[in-house]
């Protein structure tokens, strides 16, 4: 069982920058696919951005290529999405994903935990 707590959330203008950091709990971090996915109201949660158990590969969604940037620790069991050039269309509620069997986790039916979400809102 794995249990994951987002912050770093907040309010920030156009152009600015967040990072959100998710710390997990349990001894097997190190070994599982991690990403951030995000959900605007009205819209469907969409995936954001993955990171491999070892951090040596990375993926992201078209929309946040070149601004967002995911990376790992695993000696501190966490994962960061360090977001720059924030539109308000980034504005969402972001949610830290877990899969234990796959190398990245890009889809929503892949995810094995969630977290509980943290909110960011860009203002134009």
């Known amino acids: 069982q794995v249990q994951l707590v987002e912050s770093g959330g907040g309010l920030v203008q156009a152009g600015g920058s967040l990072r959100l950091s998710c710390a997990a709990s349990?001894?097997?971090?190190?070994?599982?696919?991690m990403g951030w996915f995000r959900q605007a109201p009205g819209k469907e949660r969409e995936f954001v951005a993955t990171?491999?158990?070892?951090?040596?590969?990375?993926a992201y969604a078209d929309s946040v290529k070149g601004r967002f940037i995911i990376s790992r620790d695993n000696a501190k069991s966490t994962v960061y999405l360090q977001m720059n050039s924030l539109k308000p269309e980034d504005t969402a509620v972001y949610y830290c994903?877990?899969?234990?069997?796959?190398?990245?986790?890009?889809?929503?039916?892949?995810?094995?935990?969630w977290g509980q979400g943290t909110q960011v809102t860009v203002s134009s």
């Open positions: 349990g001894r097997t971090f190190s070994t599982y696919a």
């Open positions: 990171i491999t158990w070892s951090g040596g590969a990375t």
């Open positions: 994903a877990a899969n234990s069997r796959l190398l990245v986790v890009t889809r929503l039916r892949e995810v094995d935990y």
